[in-house]
Nanobody
Framework: VQLVESGGGSVQPGGSLRLSCEIS????????IAWYRQAPGKERWFVAT????????YYVDSVKGRFTISRDNAENTVYLQMNSLKPEDTAVYYC????????????????WGQGTLVTVSS
């Protein structure tokens, strides 16, 4: 099983990025996916999650209304659209997968990607 994040980069405050998490080695339709982020010198924190069907999503309060998680099971890819980015969004973003139902706890996830760096700075 492999999860590969892409789409990170440098952007000015107020800008947008779309992260992708491409999954291989499993059928995405049976898995919930979450995005986490880790800022320099800090712990890894939950950002957003989507359940296996895409019918349920959940976000940390600090990104609600700015970030949108979505999935394309046919493409085995999950996305994180990030708008109105702020300097405090700067971090390495990771995607993770677990069976069916979503969770906010990293210990519940079985598979992880290597991360993609997002830098928000003027």
């Amino acid at each position: 099983v492999q999860l590969v994040e892409s789409g990170g980069g440098s952007v000015q405050p107020g800008g947008s990025l779309r992260l992708s998490c491409e999954i291989s080695g499993l059928s995405l339709r049976y898995y919930a996916i979450a995005w986490y982020r880790q800022a320099p010198g800090k712990e890894r924190w939950f950002v957003a999650t989507i359940n296996w069907s895409g019918g349920s999503t959940y976000y940390v309060d600090s990104v609600k209304g700015r970030f949108t998680i979505s999935r394309d099971n046919a493409e085995n890819t999950v996305y994180l659209q990030m708008n109105s980015l702020k300097p405090e969004d700067t971090a390495v973003y990771y995607c993770a997968a677990r069976d069916y139902s979503s969770s906010i706890y990293p210990r519940d996830y079985d598979y992880w990607g290597q991360g993609t760096l997002v830098t928000v700075s003027s």
